[in-house]
């Protein structure tokens, strides 16, 4: 079993970067993807960014190429860095992990969760 806890977050000006971290707890070695969510009130969850644990591929969302960036940091710990935020980029934001080759950005895929972390452009 996996933990895993997010941490940063916060509130931002329109054009401001944050910067988002995730750290996993338990059997870390298994995990092959690592990725952030996020989601607004009435909205489904969608991916943001993923990361192969090992070779290190990413996939973004259309909507944050170019912006935000996914790395792994360590064995399981993933930052997202976030530049040139906007208003839209406003919700709560979930790291997952997996043990199994999955779609990166499909949410229904990964079995671990984090407790989210808000983040509000305004």
């Known amino acids: 079993h996996v933990q895993l806890v997010e941490s940063g977050g916060g509130s931002v000006q329109p054009g401001g970067s944050l910067s988002l971290s995730c750290a996993a707890a338990?059997?870390?070695?298994?995990?092959?993807?690592m990725a952030w969510f996020r989601q607004t009130p009435g909205k489904e969850r969608e991916g943001v960014a993923s990361?192969?644990?090992?070779?290190?591929?990413t996939y973004y969302h259309d909507s944050v190429k170019g912006r935000f960036t996914i790395s792994q940091n360590g064995p399981g710990t993933i930052s997202l860095h976030m530049n040139r935020l906007t208003p839209e980029d406003t919700a709560m934001y979930y790291c997952?992990?997996?043990?199994?080759?999955?779609?990166?950005?499909?949410?229904?895929?990964?079995?671990?969760w984090g407790q989210g972390t808000q983040v509000t452009v305004s």
């Open positions: 997952a992990a997996d043990s199994r080759f999955i779609r990166p950005l499909a949410p229904d895929e990964y079995d671990y």
């Open positions: 338990g059997d870390t070695s298994e995990l092959r993807f």
């Open positions: 990361i192969r644990t090992t070779g290190g591929a």
